[in-house]
């Protein structure tokens, strides 16, 4: 099996399957933050039953028990998200936070985070959505979420990539 030791990742693709995975959109519309927060809430409303004790009729603890398995499991990929975010710089958390999570007007965002410019703001949102993306992708597989959140970051194809200097890009492990 061959491992990279530092990948490198295409930033654009990245940056654009946050945004999609946070908003809800594109690609990641079935598996993105707002259907976590959904089926969490749903899976919430479900409450106990007062069935039939006498085990006669059948029972319906096997689908309670399920059913709390399968919030708690959302809630941690839930918990995911909001540690990536708050990996981050405090300006790259306003970023996700308010463009991406609140869907505030990139202008007020640009204000809130006081960066001049928007090519500015351009480089320090795609940084954020980055970052956020590095942080999850480790933690959704290190809390085992992994299958309820995608790896969102996009590695460069291989004849795209940077070899710095005389270091071999590839270890065989």
Same mark, same amino acid.
């Given at each position: 099996m061959r491992l990279e030791l530092l990948p490198e990742f295409d930033?654009?693709?990245?940056?654009?399957?946050?945004?999609?995975?946070?908003?809800?959109?594109?690609a990641f519309r079935h598996h993105s933050y707002p259907h976590l927060l959904e089926t969490e809430q749903v899976l919430g409303m479900i409450s106990g039953s007062t069935g039939d004790v006498t085990g006669i009729h059948g029972s319906p603890s096997n689908h309670m028990?399920?059913?709390?398995?399968?919030?708690?499991?959302?809630?941690?990929?839930?918990?995911?998200?909001?540690?990536?975010?708050?990996?981050?710089?405090?300006?790259?958390?306003?970023? @996700?936070?308010e463009r991406y999570l609140n869907g505030t007007k990139r202008a007020v965002v640009i204000?809130?985070?006081?960066?001049?410019?928007?090519?500015?703001?351009q480089l320090a949102d795609q940084a954020a959505r980055n970052r956020f993306a590095a942080a999850l992708d480790k933690l959704a597989v290190i809390e085992g979420v992994d299958d309820l959140?995608?790896?969102?970051?996009? @590695?460069?194809?291989?004849?795209?990539?940077?070899?710095?200097?005389?270091?071999?890009?590839?270890?065989?492990l």
């Open positions: 930033e654009k693709r990245t940056a654009q399957n946050v945004a999609d995975f946070l908003q809800g959109k594109g028990e399920e059913a709390m398995i399968a919030k708690a499991h959302c809630r941690l990929a839930i918990k995911c998200v909001k540690q990536s975010i708050a990996s981050c710089t405090l300006t790259q958390q306003i970023i @996700l936070r204000g809130m985070v006081n960066i001049g410019g928007n090519d500015q703001y959140i995608p790896q969102l970051q996009v @590695l460069k194809p291989e004849k795209m990539r940077k070899n710095p200097g005389n270091l071999p890009d590839r270890f065989v």
